[in-house]
T-cell receptor, first 114, second 112 residues
Framework: NAGVTQTPKFRVLKTGQSMTLLCAQD?????MYWYRQDPGMGLRLIHY???????AKGEVPDGYNVSRLKKQNFLLGLESAAPSQTSVYFC?????????????FGPGTRLTVT | GQSLEQPSEVTAVEGAIVQINCTYQ??????LSWYQQHDGGAPTFLSY????GLEETGRFSSFLSRSDSYGYLLLQELQMKDSASYFC?????????????FGKGTRLSVIA
């Protein structure tokens, strides 16, 4: 099993450009999450999904949109990138709400917005 | 809401024991998780305490005291490969679907 995979691994955007980050998991997990990690800030939740077709806002949702059309995929979109969105983005998944204390993370996407 | 406090940096000698503390304030509480992250890598799950007391997994142990809103991660027989950042995380009882909230992490440096 590949676990959680993320595409792309690196990306450089100019301010105002858009992009989509793809997360895929092959563990049949119900829950999926998008985090951003900035130096000294730990992991902050952007959006999450508790099942196919559902999404919910996390701690820092502004400037991002998400979709969960298939159970195994969770997409994160930036419609108009800003330098403040320069960060490392991690996707994660877990079985259910009751086991969300154990999340499986992807390798991350390093995004730079110039 | 939730608030977690953990030291930003800890340095320890190879072979020694180190304890990383985590204090939290939440409106409710399910349990305390710990994650490890090496530089350039992804966070990986280490342990979970749903009840008070000590949980042991090899060289790593984790402790929780709900009455003190406090937990810690104990690493024994430190090895150079244990140099990493360690995050505590809690899940609030405020909502059945509330995901984890992570602390800002403790960077552990193991020196020879």
């Amino acid at each position: 099993n590949a676990g959680v995979t993320q595409t792309p691994k690196f990306r450089v955007l100019k301010t105002g450009q858009s992009m989509t980050l793809l997360c895929a998991q092959d563990m049949n997990h119900e829950y999926m999450y998008w985090y951003r990690q900035d130096p000294g800030m730990g992991l902050r939740l952007i959006h999450y999904s508790v099942g196919e077709g559902t999404t919910a806002k996390g701690e820092v949702p502004d400037g991002y949109n998400v979709s969960r059309l298939k159970k195994q995929n969770f997409l994160l979109g930036l419609e108009s990138a800003a330098p403040s969105q320069t960060s490392v983005y991690f996707c994660a998944s877990s079985w259910t709400s009751g086991s969300s204390y154990e999340q499986y993370f992807g390798p991350g996407t390093r995004l730079t917005v110039t | 809401g939730q608030s977690l406090e953990q030291p930003s940096e800890v340095t320890a000698v190879e072979g020694a024991i180190v304890q990383i503390n985590c204090t939290y304030q939440t409106s409710g509480f399910y349990g305390l998780s710990w994650y490890q992250q090496h530089d350039g890598g992804a966070p990986t799950f280490l342990s979970y305490n749903g009840l008070d007391g000590l949980e042991e997994t090899g060289r790593f142990s984790s402790f929780l005291s709900r009455s003190d809103s406090y937990g810690y991660l104990l690493l024994q027989e430190l090895q150079m490969k244990d140099s990493a950042s360690y995050f505590c995380a809690v899940r609030d009882l405020g909502s059945g679907n509330t995901p984890l909230v992570f602390g800002k992490g403790t960077r552990l440096s193991v020196i020879a």
